[in-house]
């Protein structure tokens, strides 16, 4: 596609269960970002691949959040046991190489609710 | 992360020129400078970015202070459409665990009147 996609865009879950979003990059970025970002607040970042390992998980709030990307393209990230504080907008974004000379495109976001 | 300083907001009349501060005083010679925006309910959008010398495109023009201490995002016509969370961002060029990185700060909230 032309640019970041994220699916679904809204998700309704009860407190309790799992959830996973997932993004896809452009093709051919190497890195890939997650961000949260909460009512009214600004961006959290909370992890960045480089190709399909993490040099930098250091953002995830507990280890009831995972991330992967295989493949090099699609991630998927994951919050185990959902809790309200979770509710917020997943922000992904892809770069090529990650090189900072480059811009970062976003996606549109995943708005999570959990009930 | 190297951190970058904003005022919390700004406004603007439609029409006329714009001039976003942002100050990053502890930038190190091999981080670029960035700058996003973020419209309401929308994920952020690239304006502009550069290391040492003045940028410019079709959205605005980047001011980067000789010490690189300190840069401007100026939009030279400012639209109601321009009214958007502005980001200052130092994006890591050394390598390591944060090369590349984009740690947002508040940004800047710009107020566009007709």
Redesign the interface.
């Given at each position: 596609g032309a640019g970041?996609s994220q699916s679904p865009s809204n998700k309704v879950t009860e407190k309790g269960k799992d959830v996973e979003l997932r993004c896809d990059p452009i093709s051919g970025h190497t890195?890939l970002?997650w961000?949260r970002q909460s009512l009214g607040q600004?961006?959290?970042?909370l992890i960045?691949f480089?190709g399909n390992s993490a040099?930098?998980k250091?953002g995830l709030p507990s280890d009831r959040f995972s991330a992967e990307r295989t493949g090099g393209s699609v991630s998927t990230l994951t919050i185990q046991r959902t809790q309200q504080e979770d509710s917020a907008v997943y922000?992904c974004?892809s770069?090529y190489?990650?090189?900072?000379?480059t811009?970062?495109?976003?996606?549109?976001?995943t708005r999570l609710t959990v009930v | 992360d190297a951190k970058t300083t904003q005022p919390n907001s700004m406004e603007s009349n439609e029409e006329e020129p714009v001039h976003l501060p942002c100050n990053h005083s502890t930038i190190s010679g091999?981080?670029?400078i960035?700058w996003?925006r973020q419209l309401p309910s929308?994920?952020?959008?690239?304006v502009i970015?550069g290391?040492t010398s003045n940028v410019n495109n079709r959205m605005a023009s980047l001011a980067i202070a000789e010490d690189r201490k300190s840069s401007t995002l100026i939009l030279h016509r400012a639209t109601l459409r321009d009214a958007a969370v502005y980001?200052c961002i130092l994006?890591?060029?050394a390598g390591?665990?944060?090369?590349?990185?984009?740690?947002?700060?508040?940004?800047t909230i710009l107020t566009v009147h007709p």
């Open positions: 970041v890195a970002y961000y600004g961006l959290e970042f960045y480089q040099p930098d250091s922000l974004a770069s190489m990650g090189h900072p000379n811009e970062a495109f976003f996606g549109q976001g | 091999t981080d670029y960035h996003y929308q994920g952020p959008e690239y970015h290391l980001y994006r890591d060029g390591g665990t944060s090369y590349g990185k984009l740690t947002f700060g508040q940004g």
